[in-house]
């Protein structure tokens, strides 16, 4: 057998090369790297640093720059609540009169985002943030008892290319605020994230936080609520067993 | 699908740069190996941030310059599992809905044109082998690597690499003419 490859041979039958040239020249789309990085926590490092409306006095990882405390937090935050997003689009079109997307066989451990056009891969974010409507509907009425009376906390709607950086900010936020026991205020987070994103590609982080932070104020009904149609929508998800345990938990 | 994950023990920003540095160098490659194993763009996506999440939570125990190994074994069987439950799913399923999902893979060759059209042969071709000639033919054909890699990677002899891979080639030619005929033979029925 000859160690020469067929695509470099001139002999091989011109099918066979057609085939695996194209399989030579497939690629992942940008934004799948960007994705995976973000939700290891990796990979936005410039997010820490960026003003993108967090109070950054006591963040869980200000001073780690690239590495170390903040993107493990957002490394187990993230990854520990990445599936429901999904669900939680479905869900959130359904409270908007939409029919929801069901999402595919294969469970996502980040969600999917539009194939069109791919954003470019962990961009830096510019943090513009824009004024968001203290009495911005509530993107589960379940949840509402628990925030309804409190102003939404300010996101960032940046451009494209800084959205995801922004997205992940945003969550650092809201885990920020759950681990300071301020459930109510990651909630707040979490419904001004869903405006200024609707199609986020964290989203899935946001509904599985979404759905921690309801428990942790008290509210297990809607927190159950939201983890039982995400867990219809995405039954084979990566953190399934996690929003479970969170529900199951005393 | 996918093995659920239990929250991510303390990282080191060394292991942090360590994971950084693997998601970029073999990230394409993966995708391309998850690709080949079968997987739409989209579950490929899904599947290859499964895989390093695996890898991360396992980091400490990957021994530098056996990450590709481990990566690609551990999308072996991240698509394996994937396997199992859609086949057990379908063992549930009524006829139709079998008849649904398998329509749901995707548009078959005779649907499409040029680079796509040649990707989805590719993967018909590719799934009629093999799995031991199919990863093979991919690793050295499709990724280039060397046949020594291969064997390391796979833990078998060089011998037993290139005696696969000359079983592959045949097997892959044979059947790309037969998939390219059937596909003509579908759209001349057209």
Same mark, same amino acid.
């Given at each position: 057998?000859?160690d020469d490859r067929?695509l =470099? *041979?001139?002999?091989a039958?011109?099918?066979d090369l057609e085939?695996?040239d194209?399989?030579?020249?497939?690629h992942?789309?940008?934004?799948?790297?960007?994705?995976?990085?973000a939700a290891l926590?990796?990979g936005?490092?410039?997010?820490?640093?960026?003003?993108?409306?967090?109070?950054?006095?006591g963040?869980?990882?200000?001073?780690?720059?690239?590495?170390? !405390?903040? @993107?493990?937090?957002i %490394?187990?935050?993230?990854?520990? $609540?990445?599936?429901?997003a999904?669900?939680?689009?479905? $869900?959130d079109?359904a409270?908007r =009169?939409a029919?929801?997307?069901?999402? %595919?066989?294969? !469970?996502?451990?980040?969600p *999917?985002?539009?194939r069109?056009?791919?954003?470019r891969e962990?961009?830096?974010p510019?943090? @513009?943030p824009?004024?968001?409507?203290?009495?911005a509907?509530?993107?589960?009425?379940?949840?509402a008892?628990v925030h309804?009376?409190?102003?939404?906390?300010?996101?960032?709607?940046p451009?494209?290319?800084d959205t995801?950086?922004?997205?992940?900010?945003?969550?650092?936020?809201a885990?920020?605020?759950? %681990?300071?026991?301020?459930?109510?205020?990651a909630?707040r987070?979490l419904?001004?994230? @869903?405006?200024?994103?609707?199609?986020?590609?964290?989203?899935?982080?946001?509904?599985?936080?979404?759905?921690? *932070?309801?428990?942790?104020a008290?509210n297990t009904?809607? !927190?159950?609520?939201v983890?039982?149609?995400f867990?219809?929508?995405s039954?084979?998800s990566p953190?399934?067993?996690r929003i479970? =345990?969170? $529900?199951d938990?005393? | 699908?996918f093995v659920?994950?239990e929250p991510?023990?303390?990282r080191?920003p060394a292991?942090?740069?360590?994971?950084?540095?693997?998601?970029h160098a073999?990230?394409?490659?993966?995708?391309?190996?998850?690709r080949?194993?079968?997987?739409?763009a989209h +579950?490929?996506?899904?599947?290859?941030?499964?895989v390093?999440?695996?890898?991360?939570? #396992?980091?400490a125990?990957?021994r530098e310059g056996a990450?590709r190994?481990?990566?690609?074994?551990?999308?072996r069987r991240v698509?394996?599992?994937?396997?199992?439950t859609?086949?057990?799913r379908?063992? #549930?399923?009524?006829?139709d809905?079998?008849l649904?999902d +398998?329509?749901?893979?995707?548009?078959?060759?005779?649907?499409?044109?040029?680079?796509?059209?040649?990707?989805?042969l590719?993967d018909?071709?590719?799934?009629?082998?093999e799995?031991?000639?199919?990863?093979?033919?991919?690793?050295?054909?499709?990724?280039?690597?060397?046949m020594?890699?291969?064997a390391?990677?796979l833990?078998?002899?060089?011998?037993t690499?290139a005696? #696969?891979l000359?079983?592959?080639?045949?097997e892959f030619?044979?059947? +790309?003419?037969?998939?390219q005929a059937?596909?003509?033979f579908?759209?001349q029925?057209?």
């Amino acid at each position: 057998m000859s160690d020469d490859r067929l695509l =470099h *041979s001139r002999d091989a039958d011109a099918l066979d090369l057609e085939l695996l040239d194209a399989g030579a020249a497939e690629h992942p789309a940008p934004h799948a790297k960007s994705r995976t990085l973000a939700a290891l926590g990796l990979g936005v490092p410039h997010v820490a640093q960026a003003d993108v409306g967090v109070a950054a006095s006591g963040s869980v990882g200000g001073a780690a720059g690239h590495a170390g !405390a903040r @993107q493990l937090f957002i %490394g187990l935050g993230v990854a520990l $609540l990445i599936v429901a997003a999904t669900g939680w689009r479905v $869900l959130d079109m359904a409270h908007r =009169h939409a029919s929801p997307a069901v999402p %595919g066989d294969v !469970a996502p451990v980040a969600p *999917s985002p539009p194939r069109e056009p791919p954003p470019r891969e962990a961009p830096p974010p510019k943090a @513009q943030p824009i004024a968001t409507a203290a009495s911005a509907v509530p993107t589960l009425e379940s949840a509402a008892p628990v925030h309804a009376a409190a102003p939404h906390p300010q996101v960032s709607a940046p451009a494209d290319d800084d959205t995801l950086g922004a997205e992940v900010a945003a969550l650092d936020r809201a885990r920020e605020a759950l %681990g300071n026991g301020d459930a109510p205020g990651a909630l707040r987070v979490l419904d001004a994230y @869903q405006q200024s994103f609707p199609h986020g590609t964290l989203a899935q982080e946001a509904v599985v936080l979404r759905i921690e *932070s309801l428990v942790r104020a008290g509210n297990t009904s809607a !927190a159950r609520r939201v983890a039982d149609r995400f867990l219809a929508a995405s039954p084979g998800s990566p953190h399934a067993a996690r929003i479970r =345990h969170m $529900l199951d938990a005393p | 699908m996918f093995v659920p994950m239990e929250p991510a023990p303390p990282r080191t920003p060394a292991e942090e740069a360590r994971i950084t540095a693997m998601v970029h160098a073999h990230f394409d490659f993966l995708w391309r190996c998850l690709r080949r194993m079968g997987l739409a763009a989209h +579950a490929a996506d899904d599947a290859a941030q499964q895989v390093f999440l695996v890898a991360s939570r #396992r980091i400490a125990d990957i021994r530098e310059g056996a990450e590709r190994s481990f990566l690609f074994e551990t999308a072996r069987r991240v698509v394996s599992d994937a396997n199992r439950t859609v086949a057990k799913r379908r063992e #549930r399923m009524h006829d139709d809905d079998a008849l649904d999902d +398998a329509r749901d893979q995707g548009p078959s060759p005779e649907d499409l044109v040029g680079h796509a059209r040649a990707l989805a042969l590719l993967d018909l071709v590719l799934a009629s082998l093999e799995e031991d000639l199919r990863v093979v033919l991919v690793l050295f054909e499709i990724e280039g690597m060397e046949m020594g890699q291969i064997a390391e990677m796979l833990a078998i002899p060089a011998g037993t690499v290139a005696s #696969r891979l000359r079983r592959a080639r045949g097997e892959f030619h044979s059947a +790309a003419k037969r998939m390219q005929a059937r596909t003509h033979f579908k759209e001349q029925g057209r």
